[in-house]
């Protein structure tokens, strides 16, 4: 079954630090990869995919995210943060069907 | 930009009672899904819905689910006898109508249900 992994469950940081959230999934065949966010009292909305070709994407927002398939990871950066980012951030995986399989999130607080 | 909706934002039930959930997808999208997130869990599947029937169902998606698109805007799950076990946030998503099923979902902002 496939299955998505996101390493960390909090993260504090400064703002201005750089931001690497790690997500790792769990299928052999083609995929297509996404960051959603979601801030405080609103909906999930897309950051960023990757569906082929360059494997290092940019999103929103400053966000970009590298596809490394030898790894199975699509690890979300930023290379500052604002405290405006604070959110929930998800990695999903659409490894063909119609569904998404999600990560279980990563709350990321910054400290202004 | 166009958004999906969702309503109600919070519904609070008895446990064996039934609820509908309603959504209203971006208007030219045609796959429509549900999505649940127990709380402190991860966003879970539970159908898609397609040209009027379910393409996709995930094992929660038991008899007590249904979903319906009773008109050309809505897009309704229903729960036949609510558990407690159900009380978590829903999420409607819809995408647009190209061939690539890893395409965009757009996410509503969620019903959070409550079954006491």
């Known amino acids: 079954a496939q299955s998505v992994s996101q390493h960390n469950h909090h993260v504090i940081l400064s703002e201005a630090a750089s931001l690497e959230l790690g997500c790792n999934y769990s299928y052999g065949g083609t995929v297509n990869l996404f960051w959603y966010v979601q801030y405080p009292g609103q909906h999930l909305q897309l950051l960023l995919k990757y569906f082929s070709g360059d494997p290092l994407v940019k999103g929103i927002k400053g966000f970009e995210a590298e596809f490394i398939k030898s790894k199975f990871s699509f690890n979300l950066r930023k290379p500052s943060v604002q405290w405006s980012d604070t959110a929930e951030y998800f990695c999903?995986?659409?490894?063909?069907?119609?569904?998404?399989?999600f990560g279980a999130g990563t709350i990321l607080r910054v400290k202004s | 930009e166009p958004e999906v909706t969702q309503t109600p934002s919070h519904q609070v039930t008895q446990m064996g009672q039934e609820v509908i959930l309603r959504c209203v997808p971006i208007s030219n999208h045609l796959y429509f899904y549900w999505y649940r997130q127990i709380l402190g869990q991860k966003v879970e599947f539970l159908v898609s819905?397609?040209?009027?029937?379910?393409?996709?169902k995930s094992e929660i998606f038991d008899d007590q689910f249904s979903v319906e698109r009773p008109d050309g805007s809505n897009f309704t799950l229903k729960i036949r006898s609510t558990k407690l076990e159900d009380s978590a946030m829903y999420f409607c998503a819809s995408r647009g109508a190209r061939g690539n099923a890893g395409e965009t979902q757009y996410f509503g902002p969620g019903t959070r249900l409550l079954v006491l």
């Open positions: 999903a995986v659409n490894a063909g069907g119609n569904k998404l399989v």
């Open positions: 819905f397609y040209n009027n029937e379910i393409s996709e």
